[in-house]
């Protein structure tokens, strides 16, 4: 098939022309990822106590949007807190609304039988947020240490005080709530920092 010497100029002259960006969604601008709103649900994963805590980010600000622990007692038998720890996750998943999940990683433990028993509440929590649909990244506890006290090998207390100091909380959480605040802090700054890598994606 023949194309005319007009025709073919029009071709040409198109393809030489300097391509044009595709317009922005909506005629505005990508919103820069530090102006995105993020909201991140923290987990620190225990059978007798499972913290969790939701922050947002937004614009450079930090706030807390609720935090918790799912107590199990001793007397209650280990399935019944599996039930506990997913059903109290849920909750707090449908009331907050968050858009991603940060979990502790995995630690070393010498004891076997806490190994399996600290997976199996790992397990639940992961199932909650993957019901949800959340991407989930875990983070290893010594780098969420270093990220929000910047020392791996702080105490419990010194997270606490500075999970209460960042989010401007009127006392520290109570300490398996704060580790899952600091947890989702560590996200929220590797995420505005992205040479810190401090998560892994599950």
């Known amino acids: ?24 969604l909506n005629g505005l601008p990508p919103q820069p990822a530090s102006l995105r709103r993020e909201v991140v649900l923290g987990i620190d994963p225990s059978l007798r106590g499972t913290g969790w805590g939701v922050i947002q980010r937004q614009r450079g600000t930090v706030t807390a949007l ?17 039930v506990r720890i997913a059903d109290e996750l849920r909750t707090a998943i449908r009331a ?25 509440a790992r397990g639940v929590c992961l199932l909650a947020a993957a019901e949800a649909g959340l991407e989930i990244t ?21 997270v606490g005080r500075m999970v209460q ?11 398996d709530a704060a580790d899952a ?12 920092r992205p040479g810190l890598e401090c998560r892994r994606p599950l």
């Open 1 to 24: 098939m023949g194309i005319s010497p007009e025709a073919f100029r029009k071709l040409q002259a198109r393809v030489q022309s300097p391509k044009r960006r595709p317009e922005p």
């Open 181 to 192: 605040l600091a947890i989702a802090l560590a996200h929220a700054q590797d995420r505005s």
């Open 66 to 82: 609720g935090f918790g622990t799912v107590h199990c007692a001793a007397s209650l038998p280990r399935s019944r807190c599996l």
């Open 138 to 158: 875990e983070i290893a506890p010594r780098k969420v240490k270093q990220a929000i006290v910047g020392f791996g090998g702080a105490q419990k207390s010194a």
């Open 96 to 120: 907050h609304q968050p858009t991603v999940c940060a979990i502790e990683g995995l630690f070393f433990a010498q004891n076997l039988q806490t190994a399996l028993i600290m997976g199996e």
């Open 165 to 175: 100091r960042l989010l401007g909380l009127a006392e520290p959480p109570q300490a």
